[in-house]
């Protein structure tokens, strides 16, 4: 017991030390009157960000023993309307704000990018936009089409409501319900599992999670897209096309409590955070 | 005769407790409704059966698709597993030496306590490649009602077994010595005596197969339509809400829990079914 009580400000005292530190390292994060920061921060919407935002309020929190964050899910569309209605000090948007929404203020914390992917033994190194179409929209429906192995095609699609389905048919300019699919998936993960599982399969993920499987041997590989080769670099540099940022969101200037969560969610004392959830960083 | 202090609390936490238990049920009911109201109120509940397709973000709402693969699913695996537990059962009663018919009820208590993910992912990576060799894509029906098939087989052999226990030992005397054939007596006593306790089985059985998700979600396709054969993809109610929660809003989300309600119902159906079929004709 007598130990606690001396280990708990001592772990607090150094937990700060850090902390101090590291704002004295980049001057951005700096909030000099934050260690007197108290209240509960309220955040909702998209379900892409709520994981990452949750971590990186967890650590916000250990930092500030006064502050509690909260994170909500509900989409991206209940993070913009509960911004600007005030039901939420921040909302979480994973895409770019459209024009009508422009007078609410997008701070980026992240991006994510969607890559096709093949199975490993797929012959088929690159495809066209324009054969994509076709393959999503059932025209293609052979691989020796497109000079693969003489196999019907399997095209696997991502559920109604999915952001990265609305990334995928947004830049391909595809109606969902043009989409000829043989199967359907949930999150990432089963998108990976089912290629990796049928050789001729095609589908579309996050390039973080595809990446990182890719390199721990999980048999699929991940396709260019108008020549613009996936990668989580190509993603962070701008150059690849299906990319989409993670936006918290505010109606006004962010102050106080709301611009220190921002400012650290935006620092380099979460990037960390960022890359374990297959998100890509933003260069600074 | 007054009741006992202790009588009295007894009873009174006993209705407590029961009062509880019901109004869970109840809502759980209420919440549906009120959740999927907005949509029953602006679409109207025929639409649900009548659109085009299953796209809500484009404003289409037929469920009858998955309505039609849940209960394919659900009798294709529950034809499949009925006979299998209740054979399997009496062979475990009737034929097998006490060390195997030990050592299989062991087996199936296992069988029963596997998370269904796991048996998801086994059919994600084993089966339905194998089934994909007989016909692209593998994730289909047939490879539902496998999962199920194997999901739901524990459920309905330990009842089978259970009730088969609790057959009076005077019936099992009584047929020896009229003479009957071990089969005889199995057939013309052991069924209709245990009728009542396989059909509960039965019905547990169904109950499974009907609500079970994350199995069926991973190795069924999910895709939205109405199957021409075992090898045509479907989607479930129950996947159809796992695949589509995370990311819908307003009506999308609305319609998701009219396919809950969908799911109540046919449930309610079975139990209302289950009731008149068992209903006091235990011993006839």
């Not at chain 2, 993809?233 to 396919?259: C, D, G, K």
Request: proline content about 5%; aromatic content about 6%.
């Amino acid at each position: 017991m007598n130990k606690l009580r001396t280990l708990a400000p001592l772990s607090i005292g150094l937990a700060a030390c850090f902390w101090l530190q590291s704002c004295s390292n980049s001057p951005k994060t700096a909030t000099p009157s934050s260690d007197k920061l108290q209240g509960k921060l309220v955040l909702t919407g998209s379900s892409t960000v709520a994981p990452l935002a949750a971590e990186i309020g967890k650590r916000f929190e250990a930092e500030h023993s006064g502050v509690r964050v909260d994170v909500q899910t509900g989409g991206s569309s209940r993070g913009i309307a509960d911004a600007s209605q005030g039901l939420a000090d921040v909302g979480m948007v994973s895409r770019a704000l459209k024009d009508q929404e422009k007078d609410l203020q997008a701070f980026p914390i992240a991006s994510d990018g969607v890559s096709i992917i093949l199975h490993k033994d797929n012959p088929v190194q690159s495809l066209s936009d324009r054969q994509v179409v076709d393959i999503y929209t059932g025209k293609i429906k052979n691989w020796q089409e497109l000079k693969g192995k003489d196999a019907p095609i399997t095209v696997v699609n991502k559920a109604e409501g999915r952001s990265t389905l609305e990334l995928f048919t947004h830049y391909f300019k595809l109606k969902n319900s043009d989409i000829k699919a043989q199967v359907v998936i949930g999150d990432n993960q089963q998108g990976i599992k089912t290629v990796a599982g049928n050789p001729n399969a095609i589908g579309y993920v996050s390039i973080g999670t595809a990446e990182y499987d890719a390199a721990n041997g999980v048999p699929i590989k991940l396709l260019p897209v108008s020549g613009v080769a996936a990668t989580t670099a190509n993603v962070q540099n701008g150059s690849f096309p299906i990319s989409r940022p993670l936006n918290l969101v505010t109606k006004t200037r962010p102050q106080g409590l709301q611009k220190a969560f921002i400012d650290f969610a935006q620092s380099q004392q979460v990037q960390d955070i960022v890359k374990e959830q297959n998100f890509v960083s933003l260069s600074k | 005769m007054s009741l006992s202090l202790s009588d009295t609390l007894l009873i009174w936490t006993l209705r407590g407790c029961a009062i509880l238990a019901g109004a869970i049920a109840l809502l759980i009911l209420i919440f549906l409704i009120l959740e999927a109201l907005p949509v029953l109120q602006q679409v109207g509940l025929f639409r649900f059966f009548t659109d085009a397709s299953w796209n809500p973000v484009e404003g289409l709402y037929n469920l009858t698709p998955m309505l039609l693969g849940s209960v394919l699913a659900m009798v294709g695996s529950v034809l499949v597993a009925t006979p299998l537990g209740i054979f399997s059962a009496v062979f475990c009663h009737y034929y097998a030496p006490a060390a195997i018919a030990n050592l299989y009820r062991r087996l199936i208590e296992l069988l029963a306590g596997i998370p269904s993910v796991v048996y998801g992912f086994w059919g994600l990576v084993v089966l339905v490649p194998l089934i994909g060799r007989i016909q692209p894509p593998g994730t289909s029906l047939s490879a539902g009602i496998a999962i199920l098939t194997i999901m739901i087989l524990p459920t309905i052999a330990l009842s089978s077994d259970a009730s088969l226990a609790k057959v009076p030992p005077e019936y099992l005397k009584g047929a020896a010595a009229l003479g009957l054939s071990r089969w005889g007596t199995i057939w013309g006593v052991v069924f209709p005596a245990a009728k009542s306790g396989l059909f509960t089985g039965l019905i547990l059985e169904i109950g499974r197969a009907i609500g079970e998700t994350m199995a069926i979600l991973m190795v069924c396709g999910n895709v939205v339509q109405i199957p021409q054969s075992l090898f045509d993809p479907i989607r479930t109610l129950t996947a159809n809400i796992a695949l589509e929660m995370a990311y819908a809003t307003a009506e999308h989300r609305a319609a998701l829990f009219v396919s809950g309600l969908m799911l109540m119902l046919i449930i309610l159906v079975l139990v209302v079914a289950a009731e008149v079929i068992s209903q006091g004709r235990i011993y006839d």
